[in-house]
């Protein structure tokens, strides 16, 4: 297994500018979430999906938005790029009812 | 300019020892809590979970302890080696307040290991 997959690994941007990080997992998972950290902190959730069709908003998810019509794919949409999205994003997905969490190896994005 | 980076808590051990990060969690209702290890450039890998019902468990070389009655967590490293040297990440799994938890993980600052040979 591949595990958890991201695209692209690095990103610049102009403000205002849109992009889509792409994320994939091939373990079946039905749980998957999107990680936003900035320099010298611990990861903060932008937005999770249980399955499916079915996404809800984390602890920081305005300026970004998800969809998830597959099982595998979770891609984090930003529609008008600020400084302040600067930052590396981590895709991860787990099973239920099993605490572990399998990361991506992130992508990161400056924006300027 | 100033990184953020450079106020992580840090830790530095000597190759052999044992090593101790120490973490403080702030909900009381979290179900379970996880430990990371992040390598320079490389997403979260997780090294062991505990729930909240338990107060020790053990992984291979590794020990976590939860103190409930303080909000505090702790992950013990038996014989660090330098390949140990990491961001440790301490994080809780929150339940709302139906009492379903879905993952939505909150995760501590980090502390920097550095393991000398």
């Known amino acids: ?81 600020a400084p302040s999205q600067t930052s590396v994003y981590f895709c991860a997905s787990r099973k239920p009812g099993v605490p572990e969490q399998y990361f991506g190896p992130g992508t990161r994005l400056t924006v300027t | 300019g100033e990184s953020v980076g450079l106020h992580l808590p840090t830790l530095s051990v000597q190759e052999g020892d044992n090593s101790i990060i120490n973490c403080a969690y702030s909900n009381s209702a979290s179900d379970y809590f996880i430990w990371y290890k992040q390598e320079s450039g490389k997403g979260p890998q997780f090294i062991i979970d505990i729930r909240s019902n338990m107060d020790k468990r053990q992984g291979q070389r590794v020990t976590v302890l939860l103190n409930k009655t303080v909000k505090h967590l702790s992950l013990q490293i038996a014989a660090t080696q330098p390949g140990d040297s990491a961001v440790y990440f301490c994080a809780e799994n929150p339940r709302n307040a139906g009492g379903t938890s879905y993952g939505k993980l909150t995760f501590g600052q980090g502390t920097i290991l550095t393991v000398h040979p």
């Open chain 1, 1 to 81: 297994n591949a595990g958890v997959t991201q695209t692209p690994k690095f990103r610049i941007l102009k403000i205002g500018q849109s992009m889509t990080l792409q994320c994939t997992q091939d373990m079946n998972h039905n749980y998957m979430y999107w990680y936003r950290q900035d320099p010298g902190m611990g990861l903060k959730l932008i937005y999770y999906s249980v399955g499916a069709g079915i996404t809800d908003k984390g602890e920081v998810p305005n300026g970004y938005n998800v969809s998830r019509s597959t099982t595998e794919d979770f891609p984090l949409r930003l529609e008008l790029a």
